[in-house]
């Protein structure tokens, strides 16, 4: 519930399309919006791995990204991939934060 408060928030506090918000092996959250300028592109959870590993994160144990999609984008899963290996569950949540869907990494 925390994950998804947290990308719900950062959406609508910036009116992003999309926010998420991963956690990572120390518990640790880092929430993210989109970033749609004319050259700099990022969707909201390629922001929010970038942000942990900035911050030193080494896995992620969770991953929500919300806003209006209907599945989680292959590149997202890619990126958590990347840093976390296979398995990390990432949730799809509509704007009302309701979970619609679960993957894994």
């Known amino acids: 519930a925390k994950l998804v408060t947290l990308a719900r928030s950062t959406r609508a506090r910036t009116r992003a399309a999309e ?8 518990g640790r959250t880092y929430a993210a919006a989109t970033v749609d300028l004319p050259t700099l592109r990022l ?7 970038a942000m942990a590993v900035t911050s ?4 992620l144990e969770a991953v929500v990204v919300l806003g209006d999609a209907a599945v989680v984008d ?24 309701t ?3 679960s993957v894994a990494s």
């Open 56 to 59: 030193g994160a080494r896995g």
């Open 19 to 26: 926010g998420a918000c991963v956690r990572d092996q120390d």
């Open 74 to 97: 292959e590149h997202d899963l890619s990126v958590v991939r990347d840093l976390a290996g296979a398995g990390v569950p990432v949730h799809l949540a509509a704007p009302d934060g």
């Open 43 to 49: 969707s909201a959870v390629q922001l929010a791995v």
């Open 99 to 101: 979970v619609v869907a």
